[in-house]
């Protein structure tokens, strides 16, 4: 429903006309160098997962892993593809899937910082829109909560055992996954490793944002690098929202809206949001199938195993 509002509204922004204009006047020359560019970007964003779980496990198979995550994400509701890609590499030792689904919770953790930090960088940009500035206050709030809770966690590992031995089960059923969490988390207390996940996932965004300008580029010619990246910012906080599998239609309306900042023609920026979309789509669920059939694997089966993982007990979760 959100998804379809969304949709909705955003057509509705744009109006159908503009939309099929805009859609046979842009050039595409870009979506190649585009698509090198987003490629690159998913490779420094698998090493700052690399770097978050302490550079046990090979760089191909944790790209893989992003993409198998990615597909997932793409068919299935409910975000299922971060639960997938934790029980896809955390199946095999020395990891857990907690532990892998914890790193994943690090990752998505700087990928709000880097947001939240970008927007306030766009100061001028943010402060001329409420709702813009509402976004980066909540996405601030949201990462302030976060690291308390990690750091406290981090400060106090005594408290892991105080909830597990409360949980029902107790330490038996629920302490391979308080275990697993801790080890995922021990980045937090590495400084060099944290930084090294920084600096990478750093440079995934910059990759990205090169991006999105280019293809935007092929819409809007005079658009400025700074526009491309305050959508970037505000499409990452917009798939935020519950919403249909592959964030169709929340992801459109978050960059009409964020485009409309700058005056730009809501039929262009729809054209843009889409064909930016369906590149991002379409190459994350190639990449993905193809690594799920390397290993044998098949979308059902994958499915499947993050939906046992969710409802078995918690012994059972750590393998």
């Known amino acids: 429903m959100v998804s379809v509002a969304a949709i909705a509204l955003a057509v509705s922004w ?3 006309r503009p939309l099929v204009e805009a859609l046979r006047g842009a050039s595409y020359a870009a979506l190649i160098p585009a698509l090198l560019l987003y490629l690159i970007s998913m490779t420094a964003r698998a090493l700052a997962w690399r770097a978050i779980l302490g550079g046990r496990v090979p760089l191909m198979r944790l790209l893989a892993g992003l993409n198998e995550g990615y597909l997932l994400n793409n068919l299935l509701p409910w975000r299922m593809g971060e639960v997938g890609r934790a029980v896809l590499v955390g199946r095999r030792p020395p990891l857990s899937t907690s532990m892998v689904l914890s790193s994943i919770i690090v990752e998505r953790l700087l990928d709000m910082i880097l947001a939240v930090g970008l927007l306030l960088s766009l100061g001028g940009m943010v402060l001329r829109v409420a709702w813009a500035t509402r976004a980066m206050m909540l996405g601030g709030a949201a990462v302030v909560v976060a690291l308390a809770a990690l750091l406290l966690v981090l400060w106090r590992p005594a408290l892991i055992d105080w909830i597990v031995t409360h949980l029902p089960g107790g330490t038996a059923r629920w302490g391979a996954i308080g275990s697993g969490v801790r080890n995922g988390l021990g980045v937090l207390r590495t400084p060099s490793d944290l930084l090294q996940a920084f600096a ?6 910059g990759l990205a944002a090169v991006e999105y300008w280019i293809v935007l580029r092929g819409f809007v010619p005079e658009a400025p690098p700074a526009w491309a990246l305050f959508t970037l910012c505000v499409t990452l906080l917009g798939v935020a ?3 249909a599998p592959g964030y169709f239609g929340v992801f459109e309306a978050s960059a009409v809206a964020a485009l409309a900042v700058f005056g730009v023609n809501s039929g262009a920026a729809l054209a843009y ?11 994350t669920t190639l990449l993905g199938a193809i690594a799920l059939s390397g290993e044998g ?11 046992r993982w969710l409802l078995q007990p918690g012994s059972a979760r750590a393998e």
């Open 14 to 16: 744009a109006g159908w």
């Open 200 to 205: 990478w996932m750093a440079v995934s965004w």
């Open 297 to 307: 694997e098949t979308l059902g089966g994958a499915w499947q195993a993050a939906r």
């Open 273 to 283: 949001a889409l064909i930016l979309h369906a590149l991002h789509f379409g190459t």
């Open 241 to 243: 929202v519950p919403s």
